[in-house]
């Protein structure tokens, strides 16, 4: 029976073992739209916060290509790099109800021009037991 692992979106930047000390098949991201269902992410996927400079270049870059995205008049205090499956995404987070973390949108990857290079540098990677 798999449990999932109820955890802050601090977690996907952190080593999943920060949330338990056991180990747990995934993390469960809450939505920051109410009544929207979370985002379930394996525990060992591979991952990389981006850093401030180039958490900007993004938010600018997905303002520019989405204009939806551009309407929300936020920006988000993190932007991590993930793999789900087969497929890079960017993931929005920002300080949600509760003042608990959440995500906010998730981007394909591959649809920015600066996802190769960017892999090269942060080099996303799944966490391992002593991190």
């Not at 449990?3 to 920051?32: G, K, W």
């Not at 269902?37 to 290509?65: E, I, K, S, T």
């Amino acid at each position: 029976m798999r449990t999932p692992l109820r955890c802050c979106a601090a977690a996907l930047a952190l080593p999943a073992a920060a949330c338990l000390a056991q180990a747990v098949p995934e993390i469960e991201l809450a939505s920051c739209v109410r009544g929207s269902p979370p985002m379930r992410v394996p525990a060992n996927a591979a991952r990389a916060p981006l850093d401030g400079a180039d958490r900007g270049r993004f938010h600018d870059a997905a303002q520019a290509r989405y204009p939806l995205y551009q309407r929300g008049g936020f920006a988000p205090s993190q932007v991590l790099l993930l793999q789900r499956g087969q497929r890079w995404v960017y993931v929005t987070v920002q300080q949600g109800f509760r003042s608990t973390p959440c995500f906010a949108a998730v981007f394909a990857a591959e649809r920015f021009d600066f996802t190769a290079g960017w892999l090269q540098k942060y080099r996303p990677r799944a966490p391992e037991a002593e991190d």
